[in-house]
């Protein structure tokens, strides 16, 4: 029942996002072979038919193998596919967008992997610069109406860390008041355990930092709430 | 340069929907071959690789020849894949939703398409229940916050139709009140070619519609506003 007519080839293309000396970086390699020679590149693999479950297990798979990476947040972005887009032939690229913490990046092994500042670009293979574009596009539109940012933060933080990263994000400062209306945060009188926001993410710890003087507490967020956050 | 291993099939299929009897519907035939030979699907197909500019082609081309209908409005809802979607091997389907104003339905010659309720689906085959219940979350969601609903409209129409278009989509009844607060909707003073609406979408006409006592306005869609409207 297989189509006797040439079928594209389906590539997973991952656009791996984290924040970096306060930019919203892209990770990029050089590519070793044609087509596009030397160009910088998303990370990117064929599926592997008798071995990837899904496209999001190439997608996991193509990331650990050729950045070292495994992010802490993955999604589909969309699907690219047309006849110019690869110069061997008509192709599909699976693009999707993770998000790995700054903090995180130091432990893996980077290899051949470098990040760029996503809002000054160098020219890129194929469509990857609509891709970049268009994940970044998503990631700053999440950004305003959900918990995403939660996913580029360490295990544990304080308050001005989370709007730090926000701020990152957006490319702008943000009021402490207008920042933390906007999350629905409230700290007075918070004990150990409870939520900080009306969405029950941020949940205040026993620990502090910072001097003596005004030593900020540090929250973890609630996964579970995390998750069930609709993000669509 | 092309892989030599064996890649997976690529097909576009399509949620198209509209409103009918007051109801949210899907675009369903039956099978008349294997596999899931008989079982309600989907309207879907092939990538055409020496005749399709891109996936959007595709869908558009599939969505014509095997529907007669050219949706008002078309996007990628997601790309589906893995080993056991389909049993003729490793699949993956570019999924799109469509929407068409039930005034464009009896224009075209439907053929073996029926539209089901998506609130009371029956079986499906492949992986295409889960396609509508995703492309049926996605526009509701967008509803909620997106000019999206207007692509079900007829050319002119009623507030009042309006309102009920949205009504129809999630499948319960809001007050005129909150409809026309939740759109930034004001209607006094309106002079024809003024907008209605916050978002300069809704667009007042010098025609009117009903009895001698009350008639309502018609309005038309800006389209200009419509495409500047960012959906993510």
């Not at 990370?43 to 071995?51: C, F, L, R």
């Not at 699976?94 to 903090?103: E, F, G, M, N, Y």
């Amino acid at each position: 029942m297989k189509q006797s007519y040439t079928t594209p080839d389906v590539s997973v293309d991952i656009v791996l996002l984290t924040l970096d000396e306060g930019l919203l970086k892209v990770a990029l390699h050089q590519r070793d072979r044609a087509p596009a020679k030397h160009s910088l590149a998303l990370p990117g693999g064929y599926v592997h038919v008798g071995e990837d479950a899904s496209l999001e297990a190439t997608a996991k798979r193509v990331l650990l193998e050729k950045t070292g990476f495994a992010p802490r947040y993955l999604e589909q972005l969309r699907t690219f596919g047309g006849p110019a887009r690869d110069p061997r032939g008509w192709s599909v690229a699976v693009s999707h967008v993770a998000l790995i913490p700054h903090a995180e990046l130091s432990a893996a092994g980077a290899g051949v992997f470098q990040f760029y500042d996503v809002d000054d670009l160098p020219e890129l293979a194929f469509d990857h610069a609509e891709q970049v574009e268009e994940a970044v596009q998503r990631v700053r539109n999440k950004a305003s109406y959900s918990t995403l940012p939660c996913w580029l933060l360490p295990e544990s933080f304080t308050l001005t860390q989370l709007q730090t990263i926000y701020e990152q994000i957006f490319g702008e400062a943000v009021s402490r008041g207008t920042f933390r209306s906007r999350l629905g945060i409230k700290v007075a009188e918070l004990q150990p355990g409870d939520a900080a926001d009306e969405a029950d993410i941020l949940i205040a710890t026993d620990e502090f930092q910072g001097g003596n003087q005004r030593p900020a507490r540090l929250f973890k967020v609630n996964r579970l709430s995390l998750f069930k956050r609709a993000f669509w």
